[in-house]
């Protein structure tokens, strides 16, 4: 039996999820385990559904905590409140049940639905700083969304990963991909049965291009075809970037 | 001739607005006259339409810069980008135009309207810290209601007022003072023709215990008519308050 935990993170303190072996920084899957041991008295092991880079943020997430063959005495249902005792104000703990030891957060099939948020609303907004990717000049949200949909499918997103990642196959579904406007947020939407690293972020940043007249919307199914990265946008900063819904089947 | 900037604020690492003299304390006012001199050359004095407490944001606020009788190269319109340029993310100018000598943004009649924010989404919210109080019990934002809207009106405030005050005439007039639920946030929205030290965080606290059944909506009255401050409810933290919108008539 191990505890699965729904959390949700400001990632903007943290050098991601992933603990970095070797090195000192403050990772969410760190200061997790401290709050892990604070509350079990032991450090049980602590395993994220993703990693995440830097600064970026999560809404939704999920962690296994392993207890082994240990008994718990502590009854589930208060975890979270004594894991929200125990963790910084940036850290929450939702909810928690039970999953069979052969649950993995990671590798059970999953769809997951990336955001990524655009502050467009004429000057900067104080409150949206390392929470959104500030854009000066107005978005042409109807755009973005025309070139979006065209992301939508299963294709080899090549294009649309970090170069340098050492994936052999970048094939993956697509469920939906649209921008919308709330008021003066653009925000992207993507689920996926899986994403390549920064693939998000470059989606962004090509989307971006097709706002400002750099890339026209059917030009994205050419540059997805071309499989080369440097093809498609450039990277946006993590500040924009949440994991926001996670489902498992 | 002087400028009126609008600006925007979150107060988390302010001590506040208003410079504190003999002390070397981050202030929301210290950091916009940093970015005068930077952007101007000088120090022209900032003055703000209102004081803040450590903590509290501002969604709009006013400012006038006064040059004196020095000629501005600047074009007006250009002010926001270059003020955004030298101010640090947590404040923004939105606009700036130009008023007479005579304008005063502190003595000039306005209506002030503050938003006090409780976050009541069951658990903590990672991404309200420092923005919203928390409150892990459910919010009854209908009884909260009931009992905002006999705080409307001409009254002495006296109940409503920090201990140890030493305002002498505490009628204040309340335009509006309401309470209502948006998803996993309870927001109550008070308008006046001014405001009292602490009247907010105040009435939030007195709103909060009739959620919580420790006062009846009805009470409300005869707490305003006992003009007595141990009568009100609990001064709750700044976390939650936010200047919202200044009206100059």
Redesign the interface.
Known sequence: MKYLLEI???GTAYFGFQVQKGKDLPTVQGTVQDAVNAVFGRRYPVTGCSRTDRGV?A?QFFVTVDPGVDRITIPTEKI?TAM?AALP???????AVTVPDSFHPRYTEMEKEYIYVFDNG??????D???AYYVPRPIREDLMDEAARKIEGKHDFTSFMAAGSKIVDAVRTVKSCRVRREGDRVILTVSADGFLYNMVRIIAGTLLAVSDGRISPDEVTDIINARDRSRAGSTLPPDGLYLNRVTYF
């Open positions: 949700s993170f400001l943020h809404k979270p929200n104000d940036d850290i929450a703990v939702k909810s004429g000057t900067r907004s104080p409150f700083a390392g929470r």
